[in-house]
Nanobody, 126 residues
Framework: QVQLVESGGGLVQAGGSLRLSCAAS????????MGWFRQAPGKEREFVAA????????YYADSVKGRFTISRDNAKNMVYLQMDSLKPEDTAVYCC???????????????????WGQGTQVTVSS
């Protein structure tokens, strides 16, 4: 199976930046679609960003478009989420997720992802 481990979370002031990393181990493949989700206290888990297996396509929630950038390095089995211009409403536990590419990527649906990391806390103060 595939194990995903996030890192890079922390406490940052509004307007600052953080870079989250997701390391994959176990039975890894280059043709995994990857996504980032987040969950704030009292709220449901929501889609943040996703990237196709090749990295040629990226997708973002409207709330983070222009501020966050998702990328991947398949040779290193790594996925990244660069977060700039952070806002207090970005405070949440951020999780990465993976699913084998099947040609039609329902990237914003939690149900399509088979593997999830444990999450890393991001706290943005004002």
């Amino acid at each position: 199976q595939v194990q995903l481990v996030e890192s890079g979370g922390g406490l940052v002031q509004a307007g600052g930046s953080l870079r989250l990393s997701c390391a994959a181990s176990g039975r890894t493949y280059s043709n995994y679609n990857m996504g980032w989700f987040r969950q704030a206290p009292g709220k449901e888990r929501e889609f943040v960003a996703a990237i196709s297996w090749s990295g040629s396509s990226t997708y973002y929630a409207d709330s983070v478009k222009g501020r966050f950038t998702i990328s991947r390095d398949n040779a290193k089995n790594m996925v990244y989420l660069q977060m700039d211009s952070l806002k207090p409403e970005d405070t949440a536990v951020y999780c990465c997720a993976a699913v084998r590419s099947t040609g039609y990527f329902r990237y914003a649906s939690r149900a399509v992802y088979d593997y999830w990391g444990q999450g890393t806390q991001v706290t943005v103060s004002s």
